[in-house]
């Protein structure tokens, strides 16, 4: 009977196929895996003395290499001219500088609703002053100006060192 099922088996298409054949031949094909029989039973149990007899066994020598000197060039006092003069290029580095007059929050069914004369209703309220980022990063509050018909931002508070540290937390 066991020569038939088989048999019957290897006929089936691969359609035909399902999980417990696959099961069936796993099993088949499956070699019990025996355990390495170990010299000590008690592997668990390490104890400092196992430590430092592999480490008496296991250290090699250190092998001695000749090494030179270091040789410094002497410091010399610059003129705070040449100073200014190295200092200059980071003047030259650009920054995103942005105002933010506001935050809000909606659903995207929300934002998708949004046309001309719309209102989205921020964060901020009227009168409160502004958040001046440099790189991201708050550095100054300020109120809105107008000059020659272009928005400015009027500087009311330098944010203290202390308080951004305080805000990466």
């Given at each position: ?32 895996v025996e355990k390495e ?15 430092q007899d592999e480490m ?21 006092q610059g003129k705070a ?89």
């Amino acid at each position: 009977m066991e020569q038939n099922d088989s048999v019957e088996k290897e006929t089936k298409n691969d359609d035909e196929i399902d999980w417990s054949d696959v099961q069936d031949e796993m099993k088949t094909s499956a070699k019990p895996v025996e355990k390495e029989e170990t010299k000590n039973d008690d592997d668990d149990e390490i104890d400092w003395s196992d430590v430092q007899d592999e480490m008496k066994t296991s250290a090699k020598p250190v092998e001695k290499k000749e090494v030179s000197p270091v040789k410094f060039n002497e410091i010399k006092q610059g003129k705070a001219k040449e100073a200014s003069l190295k200092m200059d290029f980071l003047m030259e580095i650009p920054l995103t500088v942005s105002v933010e007059l506001g935050r809000g929050k909606m659903l995207i069914s929300e934002l998708l609703k949004l046309g001309q004369s719309s209102i989205i209703e921020l964060t901020k309220f009227a009168g409160e002053p502004m958040d001046v980022f440099v790189n991201n990063k708050l550095i100054a509050r300020g109120e809105v100006v107008v000059v020659d018909e272009r928005f400015g931002v009027r500087l009311t508070d330098i944010v203290s060192h202390a308080e951004r540290l305080d805000k990466l937390k």
